[in-house]
């Protein structure tokens, strides 16, 4: 079963996956929890390779909605 995370740590992953190259790849800046990265890994919006799935880019898309 799939893990669902709350509205703030959504906001938290968006504020995240905002932070990647155009390709897809995510950095972490400064700013941003340790934690969210795995977070964001562990919820499926972010592949283990670091980069921006699908499931991160609907968020994005539903977020900026």
């Given at each position: 079963?799939e893990?669902?995370?709350?509205?703030?740590?959504?906001?938290?992953?968006a504020?995240?996956i905002?932070?990647?190259?155009g390709?897809?790849?995510?950095?972490?800046?400064?700013?941003?929890r340790?934690?969210?990265?795995?977070d964001?890994?562990n919820q499926?919006?972010?592949?283990e390779?670091?980069?921006?799935?699908?499931?991160?880019?609907?968020?994005?898309?539903?977020?900026?909605?």
């Amino acid at each position: 079963m799939e893990r669902v995370a709350s509205t703030g740590s959504q906001a938290a992953i968006a504020e995240l996956i905002a932070h990647r190259y155009g390709d897809g790849l995510v950095y972490v800046p400064r700013t941003v929890r340790n934690g969210t990265f795995r977070d964001a890994i562990n919820q499926g919006f972010i592949s283990e390779d670091g980069f921006v799935t699908r499931k991160g880019r609907r968020l994005l898309a539903r977020l900026s909605a």
